[in-house]
């Protein structure tokens, strides 16, 4: 790429300016000048306006996507640069992933890429270095994670792995996906694991170690795969690193804190293969958690087939310069596509659940939901005003309009296909981030108020809340309960009965849901949001509107402090939210993902009195990557 773009914010725009300034320097380091029409741009801080901007004018904006033209006749010499200053963002970037993340020039000859820099902190500004992680520790060599409740180990020995057995061979098989250079856990000198039954907590399992044999007393068929992954990973550490050793003699018995252990996975934002979705269960079951919570639609992308609506992944899994659906994040002008099928989506379910794993699918409604909307005609109302609301992630109108008949027949039949897909007795209908303005323009989501009597202050909301409850009525009739997030409780909310809220804003949020009467998984933003940088340093990557979430943070937070007692509501479990933003490759998966998740899930297995964090550093690198 000759194109080279310098980007650097400092926080003094113009006095008008909500979030200090960006420059922009784009240097021609090849040998021809170029005469650009416009410049193209993801920033994660978008541009709020053009009040202020210097050396361009802001065209379009869509989402993270933006548009800038340059000066008529600007030529960017052979050598030379072309600058812009941009004064009005809509808030301050907290580190260098927070800018612009691709850029390409349009031209008379089509689009230039732009090779991209990190964000530059302001001149002078102290560079922290990153937060490492302290040295961990270990007291006993047992490489197992979560760490179960009860340990008493008298003796120890040099690995063995295990005996070849039925019993065996799927958790070994488990393994080999995950790690295909290690040594198998399974081998001709193993000690042989006999298995049995016993009356255990649910879920829970027993190991007793002699130097002749294993026996793995379990509760039910999840207690018995539990005690299996314990045994692969106690033998996979012993084999793979010299710090651990495999028990000879004594007992680990065990069983879950929480019912609910769950990740969620964006798949709209960045488009992650079956493959690699098939892969993150199979790093759940490693971690011994129990459910998957696929995002499969949000603005960005529609990534479910529905037979009966082609145009939902045929236009809206799609982005690219001149589609619907524009290039987004670290997108190139082509920008990107992806979908499951029918098929792939099935394999998927019967692959976690062959793990022990149930798929939680989300369709994220009436907001979030621009790729639909660019997909099929008639979800808004035609008198509504263009443009007259953004969502916080800066797309205009975006909410189907709860007065729009059509909109109950799509959406009906987008969940007869997600109930011919998942068995969940639970399908997540999202409900979060409804822009407050939200069909307060169209006449006809106004006439629905005055009808039902909601109208006045607050109307969004309630408006919402009846959609909601509308959904929920469609998914009963598909013998089906309501999942949804926090917000599912606004303006009058759902009904609590049969629902599962996820409690997401704010930490205090779980409470608040528990007392509304709700069942409540607790994910929130500021300690179990994956996306969220988990260090101060301008060097770190991420967002940061919840805050900063270290791994220590993440692993410490208590999800019952300050629980009401005398709540209806339950605390049914806990979750990482992996939102895709910021993880446009496999490795900053990898790298914002671990070893955060594996903290969730020592925090949704491991009673606190058992937990330990500087055991908890030193085992995490043991565990599995995408
Ligand atoms: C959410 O983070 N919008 C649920």
């Not at 691709?102 to 922290?128: M, N, S």
């Not at 490492?132 to 270990?138: D, K, Q, S, V």
């Not at 892969?279 to 479910?304: K, P, Q, Y």
């Not at 969730?600 to 043991?622: G, H, M, N, Q």
Request: charged residues 20%; hydrophobic residues 40%; glycine residues 8%.
């Amino acid at each position: 790429m000759t194109l080279v773009l310098e980007q650097s914010w400092s926080p003094d725009g113009a006095p008008q300016s909500k979030g200090g300034m960006f420059r922009l320097t784009i240097h021609n380091h090849g040998p021809a000048p170029i005469h650009p029409h416009a410049l193209c741009l993801s920033s994660m801080t978008r541009i709020a306006s053009d009040t202020g901007m210097e050396g361009a004018r802001l065209d379009r904006r869509f989402g993270n996507f933006h548009r800038l033209i340059a000066p008529k006749d600007l030529l960017i010499a052979a050598g030379g640069v072309w600058v812009i200053r941009i004064m009005d963002l809509t808030h301050e970037p907290k580190n260098r992933s927070q800018g612009i993340m691709a850029a390409w020039l349009e031209t008379d000859t089509g689009e230039i890429p732009i090779l991209t820099g990190d964000l530059e902190p302001p001149p002078g500004a102290p560079r922290e270095a990153l937060a490492a992680l302290p040295e961990g520790r270990i007291e006993q060599p047992l490489g197992l994670l979560p760490w179960p409740q009860q340990v008493e180990i008298s003796e120890w020995a040099a690995p063995r792995g295990l005996a070849f057995s039925a019993d065996l061979a799927e958790i070994a098989a488990l393994h080999q996906r995950l790690f295909p250079f290690a040594r198998s856990v399974l081998s001709r000198d193993g000690r042989p694991v006999t298995c049995q039954r016993a009356a255990l907590p649910p879920e829970g399992y027993a190991l007793d170690f002699t130097p002749e044999r294993i026996t793995l007393t379990h509760a039910d068929a999840a207690g018995r795969r539990h005690g299996l992954i314990a045994l692969a990973q106690i033998s996979h550490a012993a084999l793979t690193d010299p710090r651990f050793r495999e028990p000879l003699r004594g007992r680990i018995s065990d069983h879950p804190r929480f019912a609910w252990r769950g990740m969620h996975m964006d798949v709209a934002r960045n488009f992650r293969t079956i493959d690699e979705v098939r892969r993150a269960v199979d790093i759940l079951a490693w971690h011994r958690m129990n459910r998957f919570h696929w995002h499969l639609t949000d603005d960005e992308g529609w990534r479910i087939e529905i037979p009966a609506l082609p145009a939902l992944t045929g236009i809206g899994a799609r982005r690219g310069t001149g589609l619907p659906l524009l290039p987004q994040y670290a997108d190139p002008s082509s920008g990107q596509a992806g979908h499951y099928s029918m098929a792939e989506a099935r394999a998927l379910v019967a692959h976690a659940a062959s793990l022990g794993i149930e798929v939680l699918p989300e369709i994220d409604m009436p907001g979030h939901l621009t790729s639909l909307l660019a997909a099929i005609p008639g979800l808004t109302d035609p008198d509504e005003v263009p443009d007259s609301y953004r969502s916080i992630q800066g797309y205009p109108n975006n909410a189907v309009n709860p007065a729009m008949p059509a909109v109950y027949e799509v959406l009906g039949t987008v969940l007869d296909t997600v109930c011919e897909i998942f068995p969940s007795r639970l399908v997540h209908l999202g409900g979060d981030e409804v822009d407050p303005r939200s069909w307060q323009q169209s006449p006809a989501a106004m006439r629905l108020a005055e009808a039902e009597g909601i109208a006045g202050e607050g109307v969004t909301h309630r408006l919402q809340a009846l959609f909601m409850r509308r959904m929920h009525q469609m998914l009963k009739a598909r013998g089906r309960e309501l999942a949804g997030w926090d917000e599912c409780a606004d303006g009058g909310g759902v009904s609590p009965e049969g629902t599962l809220l996820f409690a997401w804003r704010s930490v205090e949020k779980t409470a608040e849901l528990m007392r509304a009467g709700y069942d409540v998984i607790a994910t929130p933003g500021q300690a179990y949001y994956m996306d969220m940088t988990a260090s101060d340093s301008w060097d770190a990557i991420g967002l940061s509107w919840a805050g900063t979430a270290t791994v220590e943070k993440t692993y410490g937070f208590e999800p019952a402090e300050g629980l009401p007692e005398d709540a209806s509501g339950r605390l049914i479990g806990i979750q990482a939210g992996v939102w895709s933003e910021m993880l446009s490759s496999r490795a900053r998966w990898n790298a914002m993902v671990f070893p955060r998740l594996s903290a969730v899930a020592e925090s949704a297995w491991t009673e606190p009195a058992a937990k330990d964090w500087l055991r908890f550093v030193a085992l995490s690198p043991l565990m599995p990557q995408l």
